[in-house]
């Protein structure tokens, strides 16, 4: 578990924060890994806010702070097993146990910290509030402060679950390329799932006789499952499936295109990939679930509708919308500056209002002790 020392000095007004990521996927991921690649985001912005960061990951990361790692390789094709979480969750705690505080990204690890007396701990929710991770948050968010990506997410919470802060999602904007024309198709990016939409996407791209280009991780059974028997009969000359891409292919699928169409059929609890396309200059056009409202603006960044008539006039008439605007969106919403003071700011919060001895305390389970 050797560490790779990558970040600069700290200053005397620093904290030393341990990031747990995950053990699946790299950070950055090369390919499709949105924790991962919100985590890289995340490091690298309080580094450059001075503070001395130590991420947690697997060896092949390349992310550029202090990182230490129990396995050589993330393993996506066992995403979810019980043992290697347990394994690299408990190194994990062990490697970062001298922090000020430590940001858990996992779910092995809202339990295991709890074997770390005296350690503070935070965690971030990156999925719904569904009935399985209701059931573990409802456990421990009265001693472990948790973050929601939006408030979308953090109203689906319930009573039970206290949301300590909604932070949203940031990116690099250095790693994505303006184009202030774009091209003439449409684009979308995501997962080949049934929840994401891509099938209404087609529609809606025919409809308004634009090309479509698709590019969408298929890795699971599901998905291979989904596409063979719904979105391949779909394809042709005007829909092209061009797979999983990594960083600089999105970006250029991105940059070029006319608008990202992101017509999701569930309420994801952010969605990256909008601020991404805003990123390049490229409008979005997309559902009213979820936090998608919290992304876009109508009219200026994109268009919302429900109906594939309404998605379908919006594709049409992106044109009149600003891509320099969009752009300006994304810097001044979700950038990696932002995301980053934000979460500065909920750690110290975090640590002022707990000393030592309460700190043990509350990790003891003294109810006293709030988020």
Not at 162 to 187: E, K, M, N, Q, T
Not at 259 to 266: K, M
Not at 318 to 333: F, G, Y
């Amino acid at each position: 578990m050797p560490p790779i020392m990558t970040s600069r000095p700290p200053t005397t007004d620093s904290l030393r924060i341990g990031v747990l990521a995950p053990p699946w996927v790299a950070v950055p991921p090369v390919h499709y890994g949105g924790t991962e690649l919100i985590l890289d985001v995340l490091c690298r912005g309080l580094d450059r806010l001075g503070h001395h960061v130590e991420l947690f990951t697997v060896a092949e990361s390349t992310c550029e702070v202090d990182r230490k790692w129990l396995f050589d390789h993330g393993d996506p094709d066992r995403m979810g097993a019980a043992a290697p979480e347990l394994r690299h969750v408990a190194a994990g705690y062990d490697a970062l146990a001298h922090c000020d505080i430590v940001h858990d990204h996992t779910l092995v690890g809202l339990f295991l910290s709890q074997l770390r007396p005296g350690l503070q701990v935070v965690a971030t929710n990156h999925g719904p509030f569904n009935e399985e991770l209701t059931d573990l948050y409802e456990r421990t968010a009265h001693i472990i402060p948790l973050i929601a990506i939006s408030r979308h997410q953090a109203s689906t919470a319930p009573p039970s679950i206290p949301v300590a802060r909604v932070i949203h999602h940031g990116i690099d904007l250095d790693r994505y390329s303006f184009d202030p024309v774009g091209g003439d198709g449409l684009v979308f990016l995501g997962r080949m799932n049934p929840d994401k939409g891509i099938d209404v996407a087609i529609e809606v791209a025919r409809r308004a006789r634009m090309h479509l280009t698709i590019a969408a991780k298929m890795r699971e059974p599901g998905e291979h499952r989904y596409y063979a028997e719904v979105i391949e009969p779909l394809l042709g000359s005007d829909v092209e499936f061009v797979g999983e891409v990594d960083h600089g292919d999105k970006v250029e699928l991105l940059s070029s295109a006319k608008a990202l169409i992101n017509p999701l059929q569930w309420p994801e609890p952010f969605g990256l990939v909008m601020p991404e396309a805003l990123a390049c200059g490229t409008p979005v056009v997309g559902t009213p679930v979820g936090a998608t409202p919290e992304i876009i603006e109508p009219g200026v960044s994109g268009f919302i509708a429900t109906e594939v008539d309404d998605l379908v006039d919006a594709v049409k008439t992106v044109d009149r919308l600003s891509r320099a605007a969009c752009h300006q969106r994304a810097a001044a919403a979700f950038s990696l500056e932002r995301m980053a003071k934000a979460h500065e700011s909920f750690y110290r919060a975090v640590l002022d209002r707990t000393s030592p001895l309460e700190r043990r305390m509350r990790n003891l389970g003294d109810d006293l002790i709030l988020p």
